[in-house]
């Protein structure tokens, strides 16, 4: 049974940087096949996309935060992360890991997180 | 960036009644080279992260009930629930993997009248 649980500030000031990790267990970062993925979803109702990573390190992000973010991969702990830079009221969000399974164009979501409540805030 | 608009936002529908819920693309989802709509559905109750029911537009997801079913092709595509359970209130989105940025629809609420 694949588990991903993320962790982190769940407040963080403007202008700062926002960090998180999702620990995954019952599956291995290193095997191929899959993307480890943000997605965020804003009060509302909104998903978005935020970016994954492959197993090689190869990265995806969204285009309106490509400027802003940066995941990353550590295959001895298994876990990846999120680095979101300059955050503003607006990135207020729950914000999900999941694996994606990789496909010849794009990916669908099999698996998340619980989901993580990351508020901006002064 | 392909936009999914959804319909409708919200519908309540009564007890072992159809729920049908719209999905409509910006741009065609359907890949030739392998004959597969590159759209995926998802149900979200309140305080869970979203959970797969459906992909390649009409796969039910393994553990899925058969209640479910999707259908469409192309730009247009459609959630049948058959017969509505009281588990089934949810908000249901569309997710296209067509192409990069992935994007969802903007979520159909699904409750009992």
């Known amino acids: 049974q694949v588990q991903l649980q993320e962790s982190g500030p769940g407040l963080v000031k403007p202008s700062q940087t926002l960090s998180l990790t999702c620990a995954v267990s019952?599956?291995?970062?290193?095997?191929?096949?899959?993307?480890w993925s943000w997605i965020r979803q804003r009060p509302g109702k909104d998903l978005e996309w935020i970016g994954h990573?492959?197993?090689?390190?190869?990265?995806y992000y969204t285009p309106s935060l490509r400027s802003r973010v940066t995941i990353s991969l550590d295959t001895s702990k298994n876990q990846f992360s999120l680095k979101l830079t300059s955050v503003a009221a607006a990135d207020t969000a729950v914000y999900y890991c999941?694996?994606?399974?990789?496909?010849?164009?794009?990916?669908?979501?099999?698996?998340w997180g619980q989901g993580t409540l990351v508020t901006v805030s002064p | 960036d392909i936009v999914l608009t959804q319909s409708p936002d919200s519908l309540a529908v009564r007890l072992g009644e159809r729920a049908t819920v719209n999905c409509k693309s910006s741009?065609?989802?359907?890949?030739?080279?392998?004959?597969?709509?590159?759209l995926t559905w998802y149900q979200q109750k309140p305080g869970q992260p979203p959970k797969l029911l459906i992909y390649?537009?009409?796969t039910r997801h393994s553990g899925v009930p058969d209640r479910f079913s999707g259908s469409g092709s192309g730009t247009d595509f459609t959630l049948t629930i058959s017969s509505l359970q009281a588990e089934d209130v949810a908000v249901y989105y569309c997710?296209?993997?067509?192409?990069?940025?992935?994007?969802f629809g903007g979520g159909t609420k699904v409750e009992i009248k």
């Open positions: 990573i492959y197993n090689n390190g190869n990265t």
């Open positions: 019952g599956a291995s970062l290193s095997t191929g096949g899959f993307y």
């Open positions: 997710q296209q993997y067509y192409n990069l940025p992935l994007t």
């Open positions: 741009q065609s989802v359907f890949y030739g080279s392998d004959n597969k709509n590159y």
């Open positions: 999941a694996r994606a399974r990789k496909y010849i164009l794009g990916a669908d979501f099999d698996y």
């Open positions: 390649w537009g009409s």
